[in-house]
C-alpha cells in the first residue's frame, strides 16, 4: 500500500506542478524499495520532466542569461550542430569572458566533430589551455591535454597533465590510467606499477586497466602479480565476446 500510494502521489504532484512533495516521495520510494524497476523507471521520467520543465523556465524567465545560452549550446551539441553550438558558446565569452566551463565546451566540442581540420588538435589545446587559465582546477581540461599530448607521443607532457588530473581529481580513473601508460611508453614501468593499481582500484571492470597494469607487472620482473592481472583480462574479454580476446594470454618476458 504505501509503495502503491507512494507512485500514485507522484503522478498526482507532477499533474499538479509541484516538485518538492513529487521529490520526497521519489525519496522515500527509493530508500524503502530500492532496486525496484517500476520506482526506477517512475524515477527516471519524473526528474527527466522536471528538468524539461526547469530548461522552460530558464528560456521564459531569462532568455539572455548565459544559463541559458549554455543550456541551448548543450542542447545544439547534442544534436550535433556543432557550428551553431559553438557560436552559442562564443557568444557567452562575449559577454563573459572569464566564465568557467566554456573554454573547455569549446575545446571538446572541436574534438567531437566529424571531419575535423587538420589543425584540430592545435586548435582545440588552446581552447583547454584558456580554461585552465581561468579554473586551474579543471581536471578534465588536463587529462585531455594529457590525451593530446600521448596522441603526439610526447610523453613528458603527457605525464604532466595526467599527473595534474589525478591530484585534482583522485577518483579520476583514466588520469591514473593514461599516466601509468604514458610512463610505460618511457620504459619507466616500476613508476607505472602505483598509478596502474589505482586505475584498477577505481575501474575494476576495465579491461584496459588491468591489462596495462599486467603489463607493467611483467616489465618490473613481477611475474606472479602479473599472471593473476592477464588471467583477469582474459577472462574479461572473453566474458564480454570482445576482439582481443586473447590478448594478453602469454605475458611477456620480463626485461633482464
Keep these: 500500500m504505501r509503495r502503491t500510494a507512494g507512485l500514485a502521489g507522484i503522478r498526482c504532484a507532477m499533474v499538479l506542478n509541484q ?14 524499495f530500492p532496486r525496484d524497476p517500476e520506482i526506477l523507471y517512475v524515477t527516471t521520467h519524473t526528474f527527466s520532466d522536471l528538468s524539461s520543465r526547469a530548461a522552460q523556465q530558464l528560456a521564459a524567465f531569462a532568455p539572455n542569461s548565459f544559463q541559458a545560452q549554455e543550456l541551448r549550446a548543450e542542447s545544439l551539441e547534442v544534436q550535433g550542430k556543432w557550428d551553431q553550438a559553438a557560436r552559442e558558446y562564443q557568444a557567452i565569452l562575449q559577454q563573459n569572458p572569464r566564465q568557467p566551463g566554456i573554454h573547455f565546451r569549446l575545446g571538446r566540442l572541436l574534438l567531437s566533430k566529424p571531419n575535423p581540420p587538420p589543425t584540430v588538435a592545435e586548435d582545440a589545446k588552446k581552447e583547454f589551455q584558456q580554461e585552465l587559465e581561468i579554473d586551474p582546477n579543471n581536471a578534465g581540461a588536463e587529462y585531455v591535454l594529457g590525451e593530446l599530448a600521448r596522441q603526439s607521443q610526447q610523453w613528458d607532457e603527457a605525464i604532466q597533465h595526467f599527473s595534474r588530473a589525478a591530484k585534482l581529481d583522485a577518483s579520476f580513473g583514466d588520469a591514473f590510467l593514461g599516466l601509468g601508460s604514458s610512463l610505460m611508453s618511457q620504459r619507466k614501468f616500476s613508476e607505472a606499477v602505483p598509478p596502474l593499481e589505482t586505475a584498477v582500484k577505481l ?32 577472462e574479461m574479454m572473453q566474458k564480454s565476446g570482445g576482439a582481443g580476446a586473447d590478448q594478453g594470454s602469454t605475458p611477456p618476458e620480463a626485461p633482464q
Design 19 to 32: 516538485s518538492d512533495p513529487a521529490v520526497e516521495l521519489l525519496r522515500m520510494l527509493n530508500r524503502e
Design 203 to 234: 575501474e575494476p571492470q576495465n579491461p584496459a586497466a588491468h591489462y596495462n597494469l599486467a603489463m607493467a607487472y611483467a616489465r618490473s620482473g613481477r611475474k606472479e602479480a602479473a599472471d593473476k592481472e592477464f588471467a583477469v583480462h582474459r
